[in-house]
């Protein structure tokens, strides 16, 4: 018998449109753009959605052609010039397949491009027209912000239940195997989704703790249900800003449309009815400073939220900095602060010289100016290392061109791309033992969690400005569902939220 034929994509950026980082085809390059042949070579054996969809092709018996892996740092607006780009060695890819007998993709769920709002649905639904009724599933982030177009085209949405996403690569694979049972004709999929008014904070989507540890479990639950195939829950994304932007969820059911709708209309009630738990309130940044300084032990993790280059933020703020160095905090390792003119002056140098910088604050003024200072450059170098963590495991990471500078008794990593720090071998890579540090400030929301979390004495989210606040009132949104909680929690008062209830 021959094997069946499928196709296989990943098109994945998460947009955050307040940012001024444009996401051109440069961006994608920076981190991932592949085609064909390529896409095997940098994914096989790998812990990845990429590697989750080859490892369950090879599982269950299929062929695979790779067409394109689109893949960018968060930032803002797609162009549409990348977006016809991707979109176009997507379709082509599939095409020159010739002879396939499904199609399975790697989306993120909250791209934005130039005229695209809802890019994942559009990108759905161009595959969809082009392959007719050959069915075609896909695997998501637990960001995504899902829309109707997204469910209509697509015949099993699959998101990760995890963040950290530790889960990508099994998410992937299952999305595989669902389409396998499609094909055999044991899964006839039916869909509903249902989104309550509800735009979680990135700290209060943290799976790892209550209130998304409840959801998590009842979808769980739910999946031991005869007829109920796969239940996603997804916190959503808010600065996509966009009309669905927030918490969604899919129960896909074999052929029992009935309990699909009934099971995520139970989803949706739960989380409404445990909302206010979804409020977050962290530190101000000179009381965590201060706790740092009184600790017995370290190292303690200072999580710079508002910062958060995962969200679409610069990756350079200097807020943090500039409070840790008029406190006179010493110990501290800072993972990251992107400053290519900074790193290619340190690289210059050489390690053993002081050098005098004006680091980090160079994109805009939401992050902090910035800073004028002295640093001694310890080490320089082409910021490579491999994964050995426990999200993407096994997949290298490039930084560019990195420097480790020492300043007032800190070690700073500057970088020459964005990112944020989600594993010990970034530390590690440089020579620093990430163990030994007094404090580690880390740009990140919540990724950072999954490695950090058995090191660490303590864990403190700041309450730091930027683009990834959790403040979300704060933001001029255009376009997202009002009302909404949190954002409208104050202004509603009494009589509107038991009304929201009752509906």
């Not at 017995?296 to 508002?306: Q, R």
Request: with cysteine.
């Amino acid at each position: 018998m021959t094997p069946k034929r499928i196709a296989l994509g990943t098109f994945s950026h998460e947009t955050n449109v307040l940012s001024n980082i444009k996401t051109d085809l440069s961006e994608f390059s920076k981190r991932h753009l592949f085609r064909g042949d390529e896409i095997p070579i940098h994914f096989r054996g790998t812990k990845t959605a990429a590697g989750g969809l080859i490892d369950g092709c090879e599982m269950n018996g299929f062929e695979f052609y790779e067409t394109v892996h689109a893949s960018a740092t968060p930032s803002g607006k797609i162009t549409e010039e990348a977006y016809e780009h991707i979109l176009g060695s997507l379709l082509d890819g599939i095409n020159a397949a010739k002879t396939y007998d499904g199609v399975a993709l790697h989306l993120h769920g909250a791209a934005v491009a130039e005229g695209h709002d809802d890019v994942e649905g559009d990108v759905l639904g161009e595959v969809r027209r082009l392959i007719g009724k050959k069915p075609l599933v896909a695997s998501f982030d637990l960001h995504a912000n899902y829309t109707e177009k997204m469910v209509r085209e697509a015949d099993i949405l699959v998101g990760y239940d995890t963040y950290p996403h530790i889960d990508e690569y099994e998410r992937a694979v299952e999305s595989v195997e669902l389409l396998a049972k499609i094909m055999d004709g044991q899964l006839k999929p039916t869909r509903a989704l249902r989104q309550p008014p509800m735009l979680p904070a990135l700290q209060a989507q943290f799976t790892g703790r209550y209130p998304m540890t409840k959801l998590i479990e009842e979808a769980h639950k739910m999946e031991q249900i005869p007829d109920v195939t796969a239940v996603t829950i997804a916190a959503g994304f808010p600065w996509s800003d966009i009309k669905e932007a927030g918490m969604s969820f899919i129960v896909i059911t074999n052929g029992n449309q009935k309990l699909a709708d009934t099971l995520a209309e139970q989803l949706s009630d739960l989380a409404w009815s445990i909302r206010r738990d979804f409020l977050v309130k962290p530190v101000p940044i000179r009381e965590a400073l201060r706790h740092v300084k009184a600790a017995k032990e370290g190292p303690i993790v200072l999580a710079d939220i508002g910062d958060n280059p995962g969200g679409g933020t610069p990756c350079d703020g200097t807020i943090v900095l500039k409070a840790v160095l008029e406190e006179g905090l010493t110990g501290g390792v800072f993972g990251v602060i992107w400053d290519p003119v900074a790193a290619a002056k340190a690289s210059k140098a050489g390690p053993g010289n002081e050098i005098e910088l004006s680091l980090g604050g160079h994109t805009d003024r939401l992050h902090g100016k910035p800073i004028r200072l002295k640093a001694l450059v310890k080490r320089v170098s082409d910021g490579k290392w491999i994964v050995k963590g426990p999200m993407g495991t096994g997949s290298e990471t490039e930084m560019g061109l990195t420097a480790v500078l020492r300043i007032s008794g800190n070690d700073v990593i500057v970088t020459s791309k964005r990112l944020q720090p989600l594993d010990l071998e970034l530390y590690r890579s440089q020579g620093i033992e990430p163990t030994d540090a007094r404090y580690i400030v880390v740009k990140s929301s919540v990724h950072y969690r999954a490695s950090h979390e058995p090191i660490a004495k303590e864990i403190i989210e700041l309450d730091t400005p930027g683009l990834t606040s959790p403040r979300l009132a704060g933001f001029n949104f255009k376009k997202i569902r009002r009302p909404i909680f949190p954002i409208d929690f104050k202004m509603l008062g009494i009589t509107e939220l038991k009304r929201m209830d009752e509906d």
